[in-house]
């Protein structure tokens, strides 16, 4: 048996790098595909068979290319829901905090100390929530609407900067909330309790973490795979 | 719209399809094989084909599809219009009878 299918599985497995899973797929249909065609135009010459099962195939180049629009625009689609997601589980973490904070008999409305700086942190934490969730739920709905087909790289910018703004803006809510947290807590004496609403403002920023690495790493395989396709 | 056509009868995996695709045709879509299995793929991202791997009779692993629901509706839907369209430009093409008068 010849190594030529073995060479061009390796050649087709390294075009679809950019994802893993499918390119595993893909490899081991193919792979049953040439062996198939190669033993229909056998005649006793493997490589030839193999040769010819190959040519019938065509150039792992445009058929990744292929591949990669669909995978992009599946793996693009994937993000708006993640970021609503994530929107919603930051808002959790806020929720159980304040109620926490009422059950424990702290106050709720601004911390005590530097009020200034509690109204308007507590302010733009509200507003930056709001524009977090609504950029995030106008992002899912533009991703979701995009055509299946050929790749259209302005939409899928535009779903990107929807992501990436509310990023942004869950960002500003959480370093909000991080800082409405630090004046409560500077104010009274430290306490194991204090762990509490510590703990669910490191949720948020796990959670925040989570949504940058993952906006991260979709838009850098949509660049590479763009790159190398000339998408 | 020839894919999906091609599964109506009976799931088949990519090589069969193909097959089935140049017979039904009478070799007039001899497609280059590999671009048909982003369509495979590109169809059931949109539900239109389901898909499971199963073993061949001499032990390879191989991918069946199916047509799903969602996929024969719109087969239907494009077999309509594709009906009408072809009638039109049929009803365009016929030589037109010459009025003696």
Sequence with gaps: ???????????????????????????????????????????????????????????????????????????????GPIVVLIVLGVFAAMKARVAWYAATGWTT????????????????????????????????????????????????????????????????SVLADIILTALRLSGVGWSTSHLIPIASVGIEVALVGALIARIHAVTSLVATATLRFDL | MIVLAALEAAPAHGYAIIEEIRRRSGGAFDLPEGTVYPVLHRLETSQLLSSHWEKSPIGRRRRVYALTKHGSASLAARRTSWVQFSSAIEALLTEPKLCRT
Excluded at chain 1, 26 to 44: F, I, P
Excluded at chain 1, 111 to 136: E, N, Q
Aim: charged share 25%.
């Design chain 1, 1 to 79: 048996m010849s190594h030529l299918i073995a060479n061009y599985l390796e050649q087709l497995a390294h075009e679809l790098s950019f994802d893993r899973s499918l390119s595993r797929r893909v490899c081991e249909e193919v792979e049953d595909h040439l062996r198939q065609s190669a033993e229909r135009h056998s005649d006793g010459d493997t490589i030839e068979a193999e040769r010819r099962a190959i040519e019938l195939f065509g150039p792992t180049k445009i058929i990744a290319a292929q591949f990669a629009a669909t995978s992009l625009l599946k793996r693009s689609r994937a993000v």
């Design chain 1, 109 to 172: 409305s601004e911390p005590a100390r530097f009020p200034d700086i509690g109204v308007i942190a507590y302010a733009f934490d509200r507003y930056a929530f709001y524009l977090a969730l609504m950029t995030g739920l106008c992002g899912w709905v533009y991703a979701f609407r995009m055509q299946s087909g050929a790749l259209d790289k302005t939409r899928l910018q535009r779903s990107f900067m929807l992501s990436a703004a509310a990023g942004a803006a869950l960002i500003g």
